[in-house]
């Protein structure tokens, strides 16, 4: 994998239900080309937002890309039917792409999935999808063949202790972000 570190100033971390909103706000974001390219198929806003609702108590695990404490990506994290596979998402906000945030919420998942005992990760998008081909060719996925669709696999090391102790420590660290968005720090008077 190369490097994801995300861009300065932006904090990529497990979303909660307290950010319920905000993700709904995302995905109402995109336009009719981005939620075609992330559903696969036409898909109304509404309908995208009813997704988006649910997503967060949806099986698997979220993470959000926030720019200045404003959510400009979502990354999914779902199970593929099958033991220690699963099937990885993304939504970047239009004016937010291309600066490294779809590949920061990929390899967060990636480490959360091989942590979990994940050894194959599937993403799947449009053939015509320029941006997730080279965000999956960015995370070391092997592509398929597919003449609509394109399906790449990353095949995931075991856990060692190093990558346990890593995401370990970012979870303390997405606790105290998320908490601090949900309760701000009134000013002393
Ligand atoms: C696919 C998507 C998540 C990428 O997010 P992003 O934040 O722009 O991705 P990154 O900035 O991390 O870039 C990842 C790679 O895509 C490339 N890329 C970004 N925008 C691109 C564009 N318009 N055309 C071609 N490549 C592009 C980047 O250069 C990078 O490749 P590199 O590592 O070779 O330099 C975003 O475009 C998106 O939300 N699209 C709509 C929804 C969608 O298609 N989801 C995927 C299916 S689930």
């Keep these: 994998m190369q490097n994801t570190h995300p861009p ?21 974001s995109l336009d ?8 696969m198929g036409a898909v109304s806003e509404t309908a995208a937002a009813a997704y988006a609702a649910r997503a967060i108590s949806a099986e ?9 404490g404003t959510l400009c990506g979502v990354g999914e994290l ?12 993304f939504a970047v906000a239009p004016g ?4 490294g945030l779809g590949a920061a919420l990929g390899a967060r998942l990636a480490q959360a999935a091989r942590n979990g ?10 053939a015509g999808n320029r941006p997730m081909r080279a965000l999956a060719r960015r995370l070391g996925a092997e592509f398929g063949t597919g003449s609509r669709e394109i ?22 660290f997405d606790v105290a972000a998320a908490a601090s968005a949900a309760w701000p720090v009134l000013p002393v008077v």
């Design 8 to 28: 300065a100033g932006t904090v990529v971390r497990r979303l909660w239900s307290t950010d319920r909103d905000a993700v709904v706000a995302l995905f109402r």
């Design 32 to 39: 009719p080309g981005s939620r075609f390219d992330r559903f």
């Design 60 to 68: 698997g695990l979220i993470v959000g890309a926030f720019t200045n």
């Design 78 to 89: 779902r199970p593929a039917g099958r033991a220690a596979e699963a099937e990885l998402a």
């Design 96 to 99: 937010h792409r291309g600066q």
């Design 117 to 126: 005992g994940t050894r194959r990760l599937h993403l799947r998008c449009l």
């Design 151 to 172: 399906h790449a696999v990353l095949a995931l090391s075991p856990p060692t202790a190093f990558s346990l102790w890593s995401e370990g420590v970012g979870s303390l």
